[in-house]
């Protein structure tokens, strides 16, 4: 079996940093041990394995990124919009005005499977590069039923042959321009929720005024549950219309965005205890909100506090893990370096039901990031200068994008 020995790293995240240099000793796709140099030699030698040694002195080692919440299959860009709300036109204008998703799905109608496969693993590729190495991808583009399975199925492709893991989420978007609601409400629940359940292990929709109301949403939240989803929601984006009381009622497992969140809401997510809060400033940043994630209201669940890129042409053209952490210390203030990794490593694990990823210790997956840097306190403040020297995926490089300087 193939094996690997990082050596003496500057700090392994997660792991005490008093007990000297740390190397980490991995066999085939696990970690097999965290430890002094010498002991990690020794287990090797009593293993018969010949590891190949890489020397991380120069780095910090975290576990690889997760990032839960993406739109990153899609063809064509939106960079005008980008513009547009810098001139002050509001996001939902710009979708009211048949824009926004409207453009994207537009694209997505045009392309084939093939196209929206080769867009798709470009951008996991530079996700890799970033040190993602677990990715939930949206669909959502397509709306109708041919083109949101002709979506779901170019997800599944890259999931099936692409270095990252990859959870997919079918995601109810918008209506259709044209479309009568009602009718489309009737298509999702009764042909494309049953029928994109082997495609698809989570659901998701965009609960926000003007595009699915609470009564619309609970129809639709209740059939995917029954169909076996796991359900997440965009919610209090730009309005609060009932989105967390309904999650808390439907079952949800996470609540994304949460820029508008009353104080009982708040309390109300504290108290359910298995409910994650997903937040995502770039989306905040990019569109121009005029609202600020909610996050502090929520410090006393730590475990369930999570950051996402949000991925995606129009709201989000961010996909970076460090900038995401940057931006949470800019935007939200938040003090504690450790808690900015973890919500990009374990707790977003354990929201997706990960019990193998996301923490560096033996028997974990090695998929792990080292990064030229002198502790996990940098990750956030330097971290969006070019520091990511090596990325490994289950044990495998996968990415070395910093260049050796000459
Ligand atoms: O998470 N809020 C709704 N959906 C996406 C944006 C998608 C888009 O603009 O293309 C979001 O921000
Ligand atoms: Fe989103």
Redo the contacts with the bound molecule.
Sequence with gaps: MSALLLTNAREVFGAPTDRGALSILIEGEQITAVSALAECEYLARERNLEPQCVDCSDSVIVPGFIDC?T?LV?TGT?ERELYLRAANTP?LEILRQGG??HQ?VQAVHEADEDELVATGRRYLDQALALGITTVEIKS??GLDTENESKLLRAIQRLKGDHPIDVVPTFLV?SVPLGEDRQRYLNRVVEEMIPAFRPLADWFDI?V?EGVFDIAESRRMLKAAAAAGYCLGL?TN?MHDIGGVGLALETGVRHV??LEVLSDSDARALIDASDVYAVF?PG?EYC?FSPHIGQIHKLLNMPERLVLSS?F?????PILSPMLVMAMAVWRYRLTDPDLLVRALTINPARMLGFSDRGEIRPGTRADLVCLALDNSAQIPYLGTLNCIRRVYKNGRLVAAPMPEIV
């Design positions: 919440h739109h899609f939106r996001y926004g998703i994207t959502g583009y978007h965009f926000e965009h984006q994304d965005h995502l989306a569109a949000d995606n042409p129009g709201s989000s």
